[in-house]
């Protein structure tokens, strides 16, 4: 299984730096409830960064292992398959060329065919 927690952690640090230095600037208002609410936040942006999406989340995603990535056939239905890199449309253009290609070589076997005298 492919690690991809490197690329995601260089994100996520640099967006809860970002919201992080944000909110710590609020701390300069002289209003103590701006002051409170930029406290908050920036407590809670660090614990959910670096607590929960760095350390527990790949931690809980190791242990689980493989099923994580678990889903049940029956639930299939209900979830929409977006083709985002267009694998499917692919697919099918190349069979509708090759149908295309086909109908064009028998085409072409019937009219190189003889015609019988009748």
């Known amino acids: 299984m492919?690690?991809?927690?490197g690329y995601s952690a260089r994100v996520v640090t640099a967006a809860a730096l970002i919201m992080f230095s944000i909110?710590?600037?609020f701390m300069i208002n002289k209003d103590p409830i701006i002051?409170?609410?930029g406290f908050g936040?920036?407590?809670?942006?660090?614990?959910?960064?670096?607590?929960?999406?760095?350390?527990?989340?790949?931690?809980?995603?190791a242990i689980v292992d493989r099923k994580v990535w678990y889903h049940p056939q029956w639930f299939a239905k209900y979830v929409p398959d977006p083709d985002i890199e267009g694998e499917q449309?692919?697919?099918r253009l190349a069979a509708a060329k090759d149908r295309a290609a086909e109908d064009d070589s028998t085409e072409l076997d019937?009219?190189?065919?003889?015609?019988g005298i009748g």
Do not use: Q
């Open 89 to 91: 449309l692919e697919r």
């Open 110 to 115: 019937r009219s190189a065919a003889p015609v």
């Open 41 to 61: 936040f920036a407590v809670g942006v660090f614990l959910d960064a670096f607590v929960v999406r760095l350390t527990l989340v790949p931690a809980v995603m």
């Open 23 to 25: 909110f710590v600037a």
């Open 2 to 5: 492919e690690r991809v927690t």
């Open 35 to 37: 002051k409170g609410i």
